[in-house]
């Protein structure tokens, strides 16, 4: 969150990951706190893909599997250094770390018909999804944008984490949000 000039007591907030789902919550419960809110990957309910029982266990390495989940998220087109230091950052957590974050995405964030209290008009909502997401797709990121009333912009030759798998791309994209907030 960064704070904009005295002459306005608003925030404006960008979140990707797990976070991004906070971006609605935010929208929903405090949307007069803030400027504008961006949401990167953001969709209000995913159909899990995964099972998260068998992901803190002694005979399984969460931050090696977290880290494999994270690579196949990124664009293949994303250059190889920077796919792999966000990989390295996912297998950096400890025991129990990622079930905890696919938990909260699978269960206690998800908004369901919350999203319908969205109001745009309070706070200028902007969605941005890459096109290589295959977790929170452009297409369910479509879906709420069309639930919310607004537009969302599908970025190209990028996956679930933009600003790390491919910063030079990301920018393209954030840079005239960051104009229409200003």
Known sequence: IRRP???TPLYSSAASDVYKRQILHLAINFPEKFKALIGLQSAGHLDPYYDISWLHRQDVHGGEVCGGIAYGLMAPTS???DKFETMWHYMQGGPGIFKGDLFFYK?????????KKINNSKCPIFLLTGEYDYSATPEETKSLADTIGIEMVKMKNVGHFPMS???EEFLKYLHPVLEKIS
């Open 165 to 167: 798998e491919n910063p």
């Open 79 to 81: 250059p190889e250094n």
């Open 107 to 115: 269960f206690d964030g998800n908004i369901g018909t919350e999203i």
């Open 5 to 7: 000039p005295r002459s």
